[in-house]
């Protein structure tokens, strides 16, 4: 071959391969990715709004706590001093039946029992203290009838002896 010939496919080749480089620089360009700026704008789907109706609380009376409540006590003292009986507070009806206070019964502890009466019902009666072996025992004994303190801070004692 000759000198010619050979620079002669030199130079096709070369430019071959410079073709061949701007045409992929040239696809490069071409199919990148745009930014979203260059996007055609869309629409924005309109919005109806609706009405929620807003619930507003309505104004609470705060209910006052035991320590701001004008409060007696009723205690059971059972003598000798025993442990683990039941007591139970009980009023009259009209009728002369006996009917257990409902909150106002429990344990006898270290032979005493308290239980915290509301201005709501100072003087009221009559009641009485029974207390058993225990919540399903037999009876061990019963208050004579009492009335509930009638002012705030007193505390009536009830004893009872077996």
Not at 78 to 86: D, F, G, S
């Amino acid at each position: 071959m000759s000198t010619h010939s050979l620079t002669w496919r030199r130079r096709w080749l070369t430019v071959s391969i410079g073709a061949l480089i701007a045409s992929a620089v040239l696809a490069c360009y071409l199919f990148a990715p745009t930014s979203v700026d260059a996007l055609p704008p869309r629409p924005t789907p309109a919005i109806t709004p609706t009405q929620t109706p807003t619930l507003t609380p309505s104004p609470r009376t705060p209910r006052p706590t035991p320590s701001l409540l004008r409060l007696s006590h009723i205690r059971l003292v059972v003598t000798p001093a025993q442990e683990r009986l039941w007591s139970v507070v009980e009023w009259q009806g009209g009728d002369g039946t006996w009917h257990v206070v409902d909150g106002w019964q429990g344990t006898v502890e270290a032979g005493s029992k308290r239980w915290a009466v509301y201005e709501k019902n100072f003087g009221e009666g009559p009641f009485r203290w029974v207390i058993y072996k225990s919540a399903a025992g037999e009876l061990v004994g019963r208050s004579l009838p009492f009335v509930l303190p009638t002012s705030a801070g007193e505390e009536l004692t009830v004893r009872i002896e077996n």
